[in-house]
């Protein structure tokens, strides 16, 4: 029998779909050290790309998957949360929470039109709000 030969991905390679996919297994990889299994949505439910259920059988949370700071007009009302991860931490933040501490700094020209607002890096004006929202990998 051969063994498996196992090569390592470059992240940036991946298109948008598989790059979804990779974060999704890599949030839920972290979510599992603090006991929640975490279940793919095939399609968005009320705003969830998938479901964290947490063993005591009373914490599950629906989660949105992005790829940075995001916030949404649409999301809002839906008990959401945003997660994302940044320089291998995860960041999980209730999305109507966080929004109504930085929705007076995010009022920018796309927020206003199209109700949405995204950024790829964390910046200054959202670290010490996040702060408390970044999940660490147990090792």
Do not use: C
Not at 84 to 92: A, C, K, P, R, T
Not at 99 to 124: A, C, R
């Amino acid at each position: 029998m051969d063994s498996m030969k196992l090569e390592p991905i470059k992240y940036e390679d991946l298109n948008a779909k598989a790059k979804e996919t990779y974060n999704f297994h890599k949030i839920a990889a972290i979510l599992a050290d603090y006991g929640y299994n975490s279940i793919w949505l095939s399609n968005d439910w009320n705003g969830a790309d998938f479901i964290a259920v947490h063993i005591d059988g009373v914490s599950d949370i629906k989660i949105q998957l992005k790829g940075g700071v995001s916030f949404a007009q649409k999301y809002r009302g839906k008990n959401l949360y945003i997660g994302f991860i940044e320089q291998g931490d995860l960041y999980l933040y209730p999305h109507d929470d966080v929004l109504e501490q930085v929705e007076p700094v995010i009022s920018d020209k796309k927020w206003i039109e199209k109700g949405t607002y995204f950024q790829t890096k964390i910046t200054s004006r959202f670290i010490d709000v996040l702060a408390p929202y970044k999940i660490r990998k147990i090792t």
